[in-house]
């Protein structure tokens, strides 16, 4: 069995910023449980002498010249957003602080 | 705020050895962002854009947009390891910061993590007594910038108490370098100086490499100060305290000084240092606790996978390094001599932060002691009387103009003051200035001696009193002379034109 | 046969040849597959939306083309676009309440491309919500039903796109796939599906689900029809960092070329050992094997190679997907765009942030979020995440060393035929090991295709062949598979769908 428990369900809701109800936790933590005793078997090969692979094909210094583009006008960038005032977006009252 | 009990400075020194850290990001001065095409409101063509003006999907974390690396803000990162002494890694990566904020597009910074572009250097950092020390560098790194954030309602404009707060994206996405200096040992009673004198070294290399406008007061160049204290005679480093943003390079020296006086105390005290983030507030001189250090602080790093490594041709290492300009410490001396001025003339100009601004009018054409004059005193006292920071106000060609006008004998230096003035207040350069206001010395003599003809028929005893050998006398005349002529003469002419008539 | 009936069962290709002889306008051809949406999708349910617009668009073609002007060969030619693609002009959800009407102020390259060749957008196709799923019924919007039968999965998550071509609501459609949700939902539908290789197409505006694993491909009836997407979509855009520089050659060519067959003699097909008969559906290990007998009779030659890390694939897969996801989902946050839920008055940023995604994404979505911040966090990167990069590096050798020995991989497409909605519902871990045949692909890069290979004997539903070539081999793809197509036609005597029992909206 995995160290899957309803605290770690509860924690990883708060890093996801999830609000979890008591019995999704509940069923994330069996289904978690199940799932990850699955796939922890990646680490029967994934030995130290394996490079690890972050992109399918490899490329390198792909880069963009720096040249203006793509800029969206004030009304495009609004068009979607829940609440906005002098052109901003507006959210309520903010607990934590800034990284 | 404010209620931190302090330990005098020296006698915390005495009971504690301070160790230092520095984390300086440098905002680049690139057309476009970090991983858009949107305009970068770093670059001085953009500096006034309305919120939400340069946006480009990425930088709002649009559905389906995708990050594409700047190849200049690439450059600019190798310049700037380059010049802090650093090895350039043969292959850097991207990776994505994982944390929720309304100023994140994203809600992940895209930095680099276990694979900076640039590490293990140092540089040579000069005190204003000469005295030079070296600060150990570790790396240095690409990132992006977030938005802006306005807190509205409340009493204060914080965070705290706010009832809302507004988001602008403009900044988001801002190429930025982070430099993170090795923990500074040995700095002892200078820790103060050389704090301060770090983050102007950094600036003059940015400003040299021309990567970054550096204007600390927009925040072009942001210092988060690490300071922590061990008892003398421990090996163990202490808690520290990072001290976030603090913006201008008098507060870091201020904030490096209250830390190690607040941390003395509470140590001195029995007490705990927490290890969490603090705030400088500018007004109090004082620092307030942020956010505590815990495990919410989980950013979840995995490689981007929507960029590629970055790995830069040891050509274009090559090409870059030789373009480096000299280093700081080197470059003071030259100048010092270049220029001959004393000892405090020489660090009167390099306090001010004004060593380039001097450098680059004598390089258009006026002597250093001229160049030195008009920024030391009437630049920087405008500057300041405004709030704001002398290289804003007029370019170095402007002054060098200026000074060749006096020099020629168009504006005497009263005249050139009022030129000033109107360059300042945005009416163009000295020479259109002096046009547009007229106030150029007037130097048609027909002109002169009407008005010297004029003053001489209402002071008809002058010329004899000249002639009687009483020069002096001439003065009355030459004061009448320069009020009817607005000052636009010059004083010197007209009494050599007062003096030939009485000789007559 | 009603005249729409027979424009509607018309490939794209012979549509395309119709509309640039004139003897068909675009409108006509668009106003057919409007109807037949109206007839039959109210049981599909293949559509979230559908363009108020494309009369109007067909019609600027026809214009276009009287006066004379030079068109592409798709030109006029009505196109599907599944959700996960952003479009100017249609709401893009990507099939999830967070995203209910949002409306994206530039168009992904792919559609871009698409508009610019002339083709006609009929609508946006549903899928499991941000492709999260094999059978469309993660959508939040209810699930598409599979047109052979309407009480089974279309497959997923493109189960939209595969049930419009396959219903024929539309002749072309646009998929993406990032575990199979191109090739899996092809295979139960009977219809042909093309993951690219990675890179080859691009993935500005495909909103992102596994940023290293993601690829928009063509959803199609046949082959040919794949390749001329493919050619229309496909190549180098600066957008996209990971997008391939080469120059392509042309697929719809491939195709062509390969219809005769002749690539057939000689062709080495590989069949990967440890992939047993036994964990397969009788019915598709049979037509997998009849397929691969055809093949050898035309000249094919079947060798049997080894890939030991296969199995490792979807442990690896749902460890990656998970994680990049979490990330990539991290933006629907209430803040510029989406839904806002206010939990209580006075609510926090956070606590909005969090109420809002608590009730903006499926019981999926939060499940694999959950699991894939867990991967990342600290302390199990190593393990978790790290690992399976590793296996990633280990599929790739894999890979290289079969293809050392052969031309191209043959598997089935999937396990099973389409299963009864609800059936894997409430165990994740059977759902995902639906994709056991199609992750390799995705975790290394390779380009695969599915084509039709028959019905199953014991339930009568249409299962899927999938063929693998090595990186930046797509063109040999269009070849074997339209030289496989033809080859299985040729036998049926017709194309699989023309046996499908959806008529008129009624199984
Ligand atoms: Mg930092
Ligand atoms: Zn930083």
Known sequence: MSEITPDLVRHLGVLARIQLSEGEVARLTGQLDVIVDNIAKVSEVATADVVATSHPIPLQNVFREDVPADVLTIEQVLQNAPEAADNRFRVTAILGEEQ | MGRDKLMDFDEALERFEPVLGFEVHVELNTRTKMFSAAPNPAHSANHDAAPNTLVAPVDMGLPGALPVVNEEAVRASISLGLALGCDIAPSSRFARKNYFYPDLGKNYQISQYDEPIAFEGSVEVELEDGTVVTVPIERAHMEEDAGKLTHVGGSTGRIQGAEYSLVDYNRAGVPLVEIVTKPIFGAEHRAPDIAKAYVQTIRDIVLALGISDARMERGNLRCDANVSLRPRGQDKLGTRTETKNVNSMRSVERAVRYEIQRQAAILAAGGTITQETRHWHEDTGTTSPGRPKSDADDYRYFPEPDLLPVAPADSLIEELRAALPEQPVVRRRRLKSDWGFADIEFRGVVNAGLLGEVEATVAAGATPAAARKWWMSEISRIANADGREPGELVTPAQVAELQRL??????????????????????????????????????????????????????????????????????????????????????????????????? | MSASDEIIRLTAADLAARLSGGEMSSVEATRAHLDRIREVDGDVHAFLHVNERALEVAADIDRRRAAGEELGPLAGVPLAIKDVLVTTDMPSTSGSRILEGYMSPYDA??????????????????????????????????????????????????????????????????????????????????????????????????????????????????????????????????????????????????????????????????????????????????????????????????????????????????????????????????????????????????????????????????????????????????AYYGSAQKVRTLIQSDFDAAFAQVDVLATPSAPTTAFRLGEKLDDPLQMYLNDVTTIPANLAGVPGISIPAGLAPEDGLPVGIQFLAPAREDARLYRVGAAVEALLVDEWGGPLLDRMPLRGGVA
Do not use: C
């Open chain 2, 406 to 504: 006096v020099d020629e004998g168009t504006l005497t230096d009263k005249l050139a003051r009022q030129v000033l003035e109107g360059v300042i207040a945005g009416e163009g350069d000295p020479a259109q200035v002096v046009a547009s206001r007229g106030l150029a010395v007037v130097s048609d003599d027909t002109a002169l001696i009407a008005a010297i003809d004029e003053a001489l028929a209402a002071q008809p005893d002058v010329l004899d009193k000249i002639r009687d050998g009483k020069v002096q006398a001439a003065g009355a005349v030459i004061g009448a002379v320069m009020k009817a002529m607005r000052g636009q003469a010059d004083a010197a002419r007209v009494r050599e034109l007062i003096l030939e008539r009485a000789s007559q």
């Open chain 3, 109 to 382: 390259t792919v559609v871009a491309r698409s508009r610019a060749a002339g083709l006609v957008p009929l609508g946006k196709t549903n899928m499991d919500e941000f492709a999260m799923g094999s059978s469309t019924e993660h959508s939040a919007y209810g699930p598409t039903r599979n047109p052979w039968d309407l009480e089974r999965i279309p497959g997923g998550s493109g189960g939209g796109s595969a049930a419009a071509v396959a219903a024929f609501e539309a002749p072309l459609a646009l998929g993406s796939d990032t575990g199979g949700s191109i090739r899996q939902p092809a295979h139960v539908t009977g219809t042909v599906g093309m993951k690219p290789t990675y890179g080859g197409v691009s993935r500005y505006g495909a909103i992102a689900l596994a940023s290293s694993l993601d690829q928009v491909g063509p959803v199609t009836r046949t082959v040919l029809d794949a390749g001329l997407l493919h050619d229309v979509i496909g190549g180098h855009d600066p957008h996209d960092a990971t997008s391939l520089e080469e120059s392509w050659p042309s697929f719809a060519a491939a195709a062509r070329d390969g219809a005769s067959g002749e690539v057939l003699r000689g062709l080495r097909v590989g069949v990967i050992s440890e992939l047993p008969d036994s964990g397969f559906q009788p019915g598709v290990s049979s037509r997998f094997r009849a397929a691969l007998d055809a093949m050898a009779a035309q000249g094919a030659e079947i060798v049997e190679v080894s890939a030991p890390h296969f199995e490792y694939g979807v442990a690896a897969y749902y460890l990656i997907l998970p994680a990049e996801a979490s990330s990539n989902l991290a933006k629907f946050d209430s803040v510029r765009f989406g839904m806002r839920v206010i939990p209580h008055a006075g609510a926090t940023v956070e606590e909005v942030m969090a109420a809002t995604r608590e009730a903006g994404f499926g019981e999926e979505v939060k499940r694999r979020v959950i699991l894939g911040t867990y991967a990342l966090s600290a302390g199990y990167y190593d």
